[in-house]
């Protein structure tokens, strides 16, 4: 049958199960968009290319599939940077289509060209330049092979334009992927799991430290039936949010910078540290060397770079996390409870709650609007977040039961990641609510978006805790740069709800603690369009408790009440 290359493209992506595309077009992915014209792929029209990579991100972190989106050559390709590194950072299952010049233009300073494969090099976890439409249909399988299995991350294709055109004669088949160099992981080392399993049984004063690793691998079942077995307390990173209840009374929360006292404080008294799926990166461990510095280590992973790198482990195991946790379980022994340890971190729960102090005259404080989201919604629901002190209030005074709820960047830090995301993920997930908790600074990032959201109906709720600053860095300049507030004030910014309106959007503005609920219930209401609901948050409100950068997670600032 004779195919264009952009149809062989279209009819591999519904083989590999994608029903929505995020995107941009451009002049060199004009034969993809014909094609697309006619399909049955969903396509959704960002308002810029990193609103569509962050899109394809959101659908792919709530959904458990592969995120698609597609760009232009030149700076279609490098407006995408940031998204793909968003995903790759925080590992997570991208295919992204950029187009390129014609393969004679190739090299030649072209109108629109750039070297996207040579840019993204470092940000991928593959990536490939096509030669010939014979290899369309062998390179979309690798991509999504690569993308998917092992450690998942972000896979980029460039398609030259005249490639795309190109008429060849094709034949589909089911073969195998087969690359050479690259395995699937498969198993884990028995010897390894038998050294675990005798370690968390002789273990005192056991904690599970769980990340997104959990999450990727779809392991929180297995996850939280170790933990209930042994009664074992679980702490997670901002990235394993939701990969084991918050509710639970085994749960210690966040650990790390911005996490409970509780947590922290488990973590440098335990003797067995069992960490799965994560990577032990800065902004957890601090101080290497007071990070759990009385614990034997064992370091479940899928990735073998990650062993070693960045903390010493006493047992290393590599592989699928839910399959070396199916493999450890049946090897632990029941335990009743872990009394005198359950009484100790019972006591640093009560003395040790997260609080926060009141708000001034006509401000709300940021905390009480993330609280009440979560009253309102019980945890049904997926919350997206920006980055800065909105992300980490949205960390630690919200309740995540299920995995896929709690979408952010944690290894980049993206501003502007939050309401792409957020769209994504609705498309992805429509029967649940989702809701981004956001900054005044982040949310402008990529506010544009909203005429994505108009035009599509996607109800998707925007909750700006506005206090007029980059509050985060505001924060690190009142702690470490004696108050010297350089170039951190917004208080010059949009009027949120008319330009919600102008958009076609609903905007609320709440600046009493009696109307938070009120505007939370009224914008869950709204099914046919996105809701911007602008909180006036007390100015200066701090996130705590907070380790300081390079001191112990033992040493943690603030907390009793916000200052």
């Given amino acids: 049958m004779k195919m264009k290359g952009a149809e062989i493209l279209l009819h591999c992506l519904q083989k590999e199960g994608v029903d929505v595309v995020f ?33 394809a991100d959101g659908y792919a972190r709530a959904s458990g599939k592969t995120g698609v989106c597609i760009a232009t050559s030149g700076p279609g390709g490098t407006n995408l940077v940031t998204g ?34 040579g840019i993204t090099l470092p940000i991928t976890k593959h990536n490939y330049l096509l030669e010939r439409t014979e ?31 190109k008429s060849i004669d094709f034949e589909d088949n ?16 028995s010897g390894q799991i038998i050294n675990a399993a005798e370690m968390i049984n002789q273990a005192e004063r056991p904690v599970i430290y769980a990340g997104g690793g959990v999450i ?64 032990f990166d800065d902004r957890v461990t601090a101080k290497i060397e007071h990070f759990a510095p009385n614990a034997s280590i064992i370091h479940i992973d899928i990735d073998a770079a990650e062993i070693g790198k960045n903390v010493d482990v006493d047992v290393p195991i590599v592989g699928q996390v839910k399959e070396a946790l199916r493999s450890l379980i049946p090897r632990l022994q029941a335990r009743e409870e872990l009394s005198e340890w359950h009484q100790t971190i019972s006591r640093w729960k009560d003395e040790f ?14 905390q009480h609007v993330v609280e009440k989201i979560y009253e309102l919604t019980q945890g049904d629901a997926i919350i997206t977040t920006e980055v800065g002190q909105n992300q980490m209030w949205a960390a630690q005074y919200y309740q995540y039961k299920e995995p896929r709820t709690f979408l952010s960047s944690g290894g980049l830090g993206t501003m502007g990641y939050g309401f792409p995301a957020a769209i994504g993920a609705k498309i992805a997930r429509p029967d649940m609510k989702v809701i981004d908790i956001a900054g005044d600074g982040s949310i402008q990032m990529n506010i544009q978006e909203l005429g994505t959201a108009v035009q599509y109906k ?27 507030y350089s170039f951190t004030d917004m208080s010059h910014q949009p009027d949120f709800v008319k330009l919600a309106e102008a958009y076609g ?59």
Wanted: aromatic share 8%; with cysteine.
């Fill in 23 to 55: 995107g941009y077009p451009g002049g060199a992915v004009l034969p993809i968009y014909d094609a697309l014209y006619d399909s049955s792929i969903k396509h959704i029209l960002a308002r810029h290319e990193q609103g569509a990579v962050h899109a």
């Fill in 458 to 484: 996607v109800p998707v709720v925007i909750c700006i805790l506005n206090n007029h600053f980059l509050g985060m860095v505001r924060q690190w300049q009142g702690l470490f740069y004696n108050g010297r």
């Fill in 174 to 189: 089911d073969d195998e992927v087969q690359m050479r160099g690259y395995r699937v992981m498969k198993g884990v080392n």
């Fill in 216 to 279: 990727a691998s779809e392991a929180s079942a297995e996850l939280k039936e170790m933990a209930e077995k042994m009664k074992i307390p679980v702490t997670t990173t901002l990235m394993g949010m939701g990969a084991f209840p918050g509710t639970s009374y085994l749960s210690l929360g966040m650990l790390g910078m911005h996490g409970t006292r509780c947590a922290n404080y488990a973590v440098g008294e335990c003797d067995v540290l069992i960490a799965v799926g994560v990577r």
């Fill in 135 to 165: 290899d369309v249909a062998r390179i979309v399988k690798e991509a999504f092979h690569i993308a998917r299995t092992n450690r998942p991350g972000p896979v980029v294709v460039d398609l030259p334009k005249d490639l795309m055109e």
């Fill in 84 to 117: 793909i590194a968003t995903a790759y950072m925080d590992s997570i299952p991208l295919v992204v289509f950029t187009g390129q010049v014609s393969s004679s233009l190739i090299g030649k300073d072209a109108f629109q060209e750039a070297d996207i494969t």
């Fill in 353 to 366: 709650p997260l609080r926060y102090g009141r708000p001034s005259e006509g401000r709300i404080m940021p």
């Fill in 505 to 563: 959007a609903v905007g609320i503005r709440v600046t009493k603690n009696e109307e938070v609920e009120g505007a939370l219930r009224e914008a869950f209401q709204v099914t046919d369009r996105p809701v911007i609901i602008d909180f006036w948050v007390e100015r200066e409100a701090n996130v705590y408790p907070m380790v300081p950068p390079g001191e112990s997670p033992l040493n943690m600032l603030g907390g009793e009440l916000d200052e």
